[in-house]
């Protein structure tokens, strides 16, 4: 939850309230896991030099899959191994789409896989921009704050022991600078990731900080396939999805306007694929009330995430059933950050259960 205030120099977090001990936390953290190498995005994207600003193409013969066996699933994720088997990803993309069908409407309305070849196909040309240069200074409204985020960074680092060269996912990253969690990461110990920003004005901001990150300007789909929807911007910090009855019908007879309009979405793991990352450090979710329909959109068994923080607090499902979706997707409830801007519950990867299931 993010509201408007002066920025300043970072202090203490004057609250955590952690469930379980930290040093036995920080213990098993530090044990080996299974992590595959940074990837090389090269081999999947190339810059297009003839579209500005710089956008994504793709080879389409290269398309991402998943780096570990497939496992059970049990719930329906709408992914292609679920309609083609487990060997799709063997015959040519074009085999399930013709590039010149390519469209979003045809993704939209098709609601087309989450790792559909057409769906990556269309992130990566449109919808994802690089991350700027080591070498090319930011360009921060409020340089001296050195973390302004509102104690996320802390608890994570502390908990990741001040890792460098990590890899975060932040959606609701706003301008890339106010009340930003990775921001310090980035500058400091030199992490690269992901920020996902559906505000037009305020993803035009982030734009010009020169983040060392991959942005997108779209928002989180809440369904396991793409989808558009009417955007609500008039409160910049509380930005977020419309409902159907609050305000959709007055977009689709008027057409957008500068604070309420259309946004394409996407599932968080189309992103994920686009970008040929699935091991990720730190994933933050603060989206103002869609928190929990996006996380069931993951395919959980396909995609490795250290530490999570997500803001509950205008969540209508609660706390206790976020917790309990990630319990059963073997997080832990590490504990709350209560600041006075922040709402927000941490977890866990559970690092035991593999040794769980090696025991049993």
């Known amino acids: 939850m993010r509201f408007a205030r002066e920025f300043r120099l970072p202090t203490r977090v004057s609250l955590f309230v952690f469930p379980i001990g930290l040093m036995s936390l920080i213990y098993i953290l530090s044990r080996p896991t299974r992590m595959d190498p940074d990837p090389l995005l090269n081999n999947h994207i190339k810059r297009d030099h003839h579209n500005e600003p710089e956008q994504f193409t793709e080879q389409v013969s290269s398309l991402a899959t998943p780096q570990s066996p497939v496992e059970s699933l049990p719930v329906k994720f709408n992914l292609m191994e679920e309609t083609y088997g487990n060997n799709w990803a063997e015959a040519p993309a074009d085999l399930y789409l013709p590039p010149n069908e390519c469209t979003i409407e045809y993704a939209n309305a098709n609601k087309l896989q989450q790792d559909h070849p057409c769906v990556v196909r269309l992130i990566r040309r449109n919808y994802l921009f690089k991350p700027a240069p080591r070498s090319v200074q930011y360009r921060l409204a409020h340089p001296d704050a050195i973390d302004p985020s509102d104690g996320q960074s802390q608890a994570i680092l502390e908990i990741l ?40 004005t305020a993803f035009n901001q982030l734009r010009t900080r020169n983040r060392k990150a991959y942005t997108s300007p779209v928002c989180l789909s809440t369904k396991p396939y793409p989808m558009q929807v009417v955007y609500n911007a008039t409160v910049g910090t509380l930005s977020s999805i419309l409902e159907k009855s609050d305000g959709q019908d007055e977009v689709a007879t008027n057409g957008d306007t500068n604070s309420i309009y259309k946004v394409q979405c ?95």
């Open 161 to 200: 022991q001040n890792k460098t060269n990590g890899f975060f996912i932040e959606v609701g990253g706003y301008d890339g600078e106010f009340l930003s969690n990775t921001l310090f990461m980035e500058r400091y110990l030199q992490w690269s990731g992901l920020l996902i920003e559906a505000d037009k």
């Open 266 to 360: 996407f599932p968080l793991y189309s992103l994920l694929v686009a970008i040929d990352r699935t091991n990720i450090d730190y994933f933050g979710l603060d989206v103002e009330g869609s928190e929990y329909k996006i996380l069931k959109t993951m395919p959980w068994s396909k995609v490795y995430v250290k530490t999570m923080t997500v803001e509950w607090n205008h969540t209508p499902e609660g706390e206790a059933a976020i917790t309990r979706l990630m319990e059963s997707n073997k997080f832990i409830k590490f504990g709350l950050i209560s600041m006075p801007y922040t709402r927000e519950v941490v977890y866990v990867r559970d690092f035991l259960d593999q040794y769980r299931q090696y025991k049993n």
